[in-house]
């Protein structure tokens, strides 16, 4: 049996994390780590639901695209919402930014109800997993 050798992701656009990565790749999988809507200044986006899911989701690729994968390598996302009415009654709008930033690939999914966030300001985190092909896949280095 071969172990594979788990691999942070932590691309440099996003703040620099303390005590958590942005991603783990394990082979060509990776476990994309929660992402709120903060800004390169460590600050949640303001403007409601709608700009917080284009935050937090662009978050999410960009982490995606450092490990060397894209969108439709997604195989599931889990949104985890302070306010489910909120998110379903701007859920037009959130599909439109879905397929601007993703097109029109939509992995398994889930959205789940919380009283809370690690920000308290924070709408919305995203969490999911990618299996990026072998051909495309970028193993981080160190430094």
Not at 43 to 51: K, L, N, Q, S
Not at 96 to 123: N, S
Request: hydrophobic share 45%.
């Amino acid at each position: 049996m071969t172990h594979l050798a788990l691999a942070a992701v932590n691309p440099v656009q996003l703040p620099a994390p303390r005590g958590y990565s942005h991603g783990t790749l394990s082979g060509n999988t990776l476990h994309l780590g929660g992402q709120t809507a903060l800004d390169q200044d460590m600050r949640i986006v303001a403007g409601g639901i709608v700009e917080q899911f284009r935050q937090a989701f662009s978050n999410v690729l960009t982490t995606l695209r450092a490990a060397g994968g894209l969108p439709e390598d997604l195989v599931s996302i889990t949104l985890y919402l302070t306010d489910i009415p909120d998110y379903q009654a701007h859920g037009k709008e959130i599909g439109a930014v879905w397929r601007e930033l993703a097109g029109p690939v939509y992995p398994a999914m889930a959205g789940i109800g919380t009283t809370g966030l690690w920000q308290p300001e924070a709408l919305i985190e995203i969490v999911g997993v990618a299996v990026i092909p072998e051909h495309r896949l970028r193993h981080p280095t160190a430094g």
